[in-house]
Every structure is written in structure tokens, then in C-alpha cells.
């Protein structure tokens, strides 16, 4: 696979199918609740209908027609109107370790400055210790609990930024 081939897009109708697979392939991979996260959200399967507002949008990584991975930013539900929260931000094995993760997650954060948020939240699960190095190595703060109402009560790490 090579880099020429990937290109980090806005998400497609067509590609409900295919990140939906990734991001639950994920879950059990790396032995995560499947109630309370975004395994059983109803958007998990419908991902291009849940982002088509004029404040959220969901990315994915292509290589050839094959998604790879990918992650959104939306207003945080139920809070201040200026806190976006990073989403359903997962990768395929195929692709992880290749720099496309950070770069889609930049990707996230520039568009949430664009659209004019003033801070990111984000919930995780601690088994993702890589995700949230990242996180953390992007000046996200550890909070004690969540904020919002995401409905994700199995995610046990929450964090913040300024943007």
C-alpha cells in the first residue's frame, strides 16, 4: 500500500458499509464494551446521514475504494454550543502506524477552528493507550468525569482542549 494510493476524504453515501466494519472491528479487537460506546449507537451504521449539518463532518481514509479508518467532529450533545466533540475516530489495522491517524485527527481539529468551536472534547476507552498518547500529545486535558450527553457510559477517559 502506498501513500500516493490513501487520500483522507469527506465520507460518502457508499461508505456506510465499510466504516462501520472498521469501527466495530475495533471494539473487538481491543476488547471494548459494546453497550455504551459507540458500538451501538444508531449512527454507527449510517454514518454519512449522521453527518450531513452545517457544524459536523466525518472524514475517512480511502485507499483505492477501500476505507480504512475514520473520525468526525459534531457539537457535544446536550452542552455549550462552542464544544465540539471528536467521534468514532477508528483505524484498520491495514493502516495504523502510518501516520494517517494523526493526520485525519488534524484534519478534525483545523475543521473545528473553521467551524468556529472553541474547545474539543472527546471520550475514549483506556484499552486505546495509543489514541490517547496522541491525544494527550496534542495538549488534551484528562477530565474526572464527562460532559455532555453522549450516551457512552462504558468510555472511562475524557478530555478537553482549547482550540
Known amino acids: 500500500m502506498s501513500k500516493d494510493t490513501i487520500v483522507i476524504r469527506e465520507i460518502e453515501p457508499q461508505d456506510n458499509t465499510q466504516i462501520e466494519q472498521v469501527i466495530r ?10 453497550k455504551g460506546t459507540a458500538y451501538s449507537d444508531a449512527e454507527t451504521p449510517r454514518m454519512y446521514q449522521s453527518y450531513q449539518n452545517d457544524n459536523d463532518v466525518y472524514y475517512v481514509i480511502d485507499a483505492n475504494g477501500e476505507v480504512l479508518g475514520g473520525g468526525g467532529i459534531k457539537p457535544l450533545k446536550d452542552f455549550e454550543s462552542d464544544v465540539c466533540e471528536i467521534q468514532k475516530m477508528y483505524f484498520s489495522p491495514k493502516v495504523r502506524g502510518k501516520g494517517f491517524g494523526r493526520k485525519l485527527f488534524e484534519k478534525c481539529m483545523e475543521t473545528a477552528k473553521e467551524l468556529g468551536y472553541k474547545q474539543c472534547y472527546l471520550e475514549s476507552a483506556s484499552q486505546l493507550k495509543a489514541a490517547i498518547h496522541i491525544y494527550e500529545s496534542y495538549g488534551f486535558k484528562h477530565l474526572d468525569g464527562p460532559l455532555g450527553n453522549t450516551g457512552h457510559y462504558s468510555c472511562g477517559v475524557w478530555m478537553i482542549k482549547d482550540l
Open 25 to 34: 472491528g475495533c471494539f473487538h479487537e481491543f476488547k471494548i464494551p459494546l
